[in-house]
C-alpha cells in the first residue's frame, strides 16, 4: 500500500491571493444511524480576478504516532467512509469572484456495525491552464490543496474515549527544556481535551505546574503535551491529569528526574 504524507505549501502573496476560500473547518463530524443519509455543505468562492478550477479527491488517511496524517490510495478497511460517500461533482469552474455551494452525501450502509469510520475530502484549485506567459516571462501556476477530514461515529454503539499516555520524553536539545507525553486516544470516539502537569520534590511539595493548550483527538490518534520545565530539577514525581470536553478525567504518573 503506497503511503504519503500531506505536505503544506506556502506560497507569496501573489499567489495566495489568486485562490479559492473555503468556508469550512478542517473537520466534519457526523452521527446518524446506518441505512440514513446525511450531506455535507461546502461552501466555496473564487476570491481572484481569474477562473478557477476546483478539482474533488477524497483519500484515507492513518493516524501515526510518530508521523501524523499518513494519507494512502487504498480505502482503509473497515475503517474508511469513503465507500459511503458521493461528491456532486469531480470538478468545476469558478468564475472570477464567484461563490457556490459543493454538495457531500454520507450513506451509511445498514449493516455497518462499527463504532466510527473516516476519510478525507482534498479540495485542489487551479489557474484554467498551466502556464501563462506575460511579456516573455513564464509563471508556472500554483496548485493551492485543503483538506477536510470526515469523521463518522454510530450512534447505535456506545462511544468512548480512552486517553492513554504511552510515552513520555525529556527534551534537552531545544532551548527551553520541556517534557513531552504522548496521548493516544484508544476510544471510538473523537474529542478535545487539556491537560495539567504538577511536578513534586520527595516532601509532596509542588515544584511546576502547568496547563497545556485544548487539543482535538481522533480515535487512534496521538497528540503530544508538551510543557517546560526549565527551573525544575532533581527526582521528582510527574502527576498529568487530562480532561475532554465531556468532562471525563484521565490521570498519568511517573518518577522522573531533572
Same mark, same amino acid.
Given at each position: 500500500?503506497?503511503? !504519503?504524507?500531506?505536505?503544506?505549501?506556502?506560497?507569496? +502573496? !501573489?499567489?495566495?491571493?489568486?485562490?479559492?476560500?473555503?468556508?469550512?473547518?478542517?473537520?466534519?463530524?457526523?452521527?446518524?444511524?446506518?441505512?440514513?443519509?446525511?450531506?455535507?455543505?461546502?461552501?466555496?468562492?473564487?476570491?481572484?480576478?481569474? *477562473?478557477?478550477?476546483?478539482?474533488?479527491?477524497?483519500?484515507?488517511?492513518?493516524?501515526?504516532?510518530?508521523?501524523?496524517?499518513?494519507? @494512502?490510495?487504498? @480505502?482503509?478497511?473497515?475503517?474508511?467512509?469513503? +465507500?459511503?460517500?458521493?461528491?456532486?461533482?469531480?470538478? $468545476?469552474?469558478?468564475? +472570477?469572484?464567484?461563490?457556490?455551494? !459543493?454538495?457531500?452525501?454520507?450513506?451509511?450502509?445498514?449493516?455497518?456495525?462499527? *463504532?466510527?469510520?473516516?476519510?478525507?475530502?482534498?479540495?485542489?484549485?487551479? *489557474?484554467?491552464?498551466?502556464?501563462?506567459?506575460?511579456?516573455?516571462? !513564464?509563471?508556472?501556476?500554483?496548485?493551492?490543496?485543503?483538506?477536510?477530514?470526515?469523521?463518522?461515529?454510530? +450512534?447505535?454503539?456506545?462511544?468512548?474515549?480512552?486517553?492513554?499516555?504511552?510515552?513520555?520524553?525529556?527534551?534537552?536539545?531545544?532551548?527551553?527544556?520541556?517534557?513531552?507525553?504522548? $496521548?493516544?486516544?484508544?476510544?471510538?470516539?473523537?474529542?478535545?481535551?487539556?491537560?495539567?502537569?504538577?511536578? $513534586?520534590?520527595?516532601?509532596?511539595?509542588?515544584?511546576?505546574?502547568?496547563?497545556?493548550?485544548?487539543?482535538?483527538?481522533?480515535?487512534?490518534?496521538?497528540?503530544?503535551?508538551?510543557?517546560?520545565?526549565?527551573?525544575?530539577?532533581? *527526582? $521528582?514525581?510527574?502527576?498529568?491529569?487530562?480532561?475532554?470536553?465531556?468532562?471525563?478525567?484521565?490521570?498519568?504518573?511517573?518518577?522522573?528526574?531533572?
Amino acid at each position: 500500500m503506497r503511503k !504519503f504524507f500531506l505536505l503544506t505549501l506556502y506560497v507569496l +502573496p !501573489f499567489f495566495a491571493a489568486a485562490q479559492v476560500v473555503i468556508n469550512s473547518g478542517l473537520t466534519e463530524s457526523i452521527s446518524t444511524l446506518p441505512g440514513n443519509s446525511e450531506t455535507i455543505t461546502v461552501v466555496l468562492k473564487n476570491i481572484s480576478d481569474d *477562473p478557477r478550477r476546483v478539482t474533488f479527491l477524497l483519500q484515507d488517511y492513518i493516524n501515526d504516532c510518530e508521523k501524523g496524517y499518513v494519507y @494512502v490510495d487504498t @480505502v482503509v478497511t473497515g475503517e474508511s467512509c469513503q +465507500p459511503w460517500t458521493r461528491l456532486e461533482a469531480e470538478e $468545476l469552474i469558478l468564475f +472570477p469572484r464567484e461563490k457556490r455551494e !459543493f454538495l457531500v452525501q454520507i450513506t451509511v450502509p445498514d449493516a455497518f456495525a462499527g *463504532p466510527s469510520a473516516r476519510t478525507c475530502l482534498f479540495i485542489n484549485n487551479t *489557474p484554467l491552464i498551466d502556464t501563462l506567459q506575460e511579456e516573455g516571462v !513564464f509563471q508556472f501556476a500554483v496548485e493551492i490543496r485543503y483538506g477536510i477530514n470526515i469523521l463518522y461515529s454510530n +450512534p447505535k454503539i456506545a462511544a468512548e474515549i480512552d486517553l492513554y499516555a504511552q510515552n513520555l520524553s525529556i527534551d534537552s536539545v531545544s532551548d527551553v527544556r520541556s517534557v513531552q507525553i504522548s $496521548l493516544m486516544n484508544r476510544g471510538s470516539q473523537s474529542t478535545s481535551f487539556t491537560s495539567k502537569l504538577d511536578l $513534586l520534590d520527595q516532601n509532596g511539595n509542588t515544584v511546576l505546574s502547568s496547563n497545556s493548550q485544548r487539543q482535538t483527538i481522533q480515535p487512534g490518534q496521538c497528540r503530544i503535551v508538551s510543557f517546560p520545565v526549565k527551573d525544575a530539577s532533581g *527526582p $521528582l514525581e510527574l502527576i498529568l491529569m487530562s480532561e475532554t470536553k465531556e468532562g471525563e478525567i484521565f490521570g498519568f504518573t511517573e518518577s522522573i528526574t531533572l
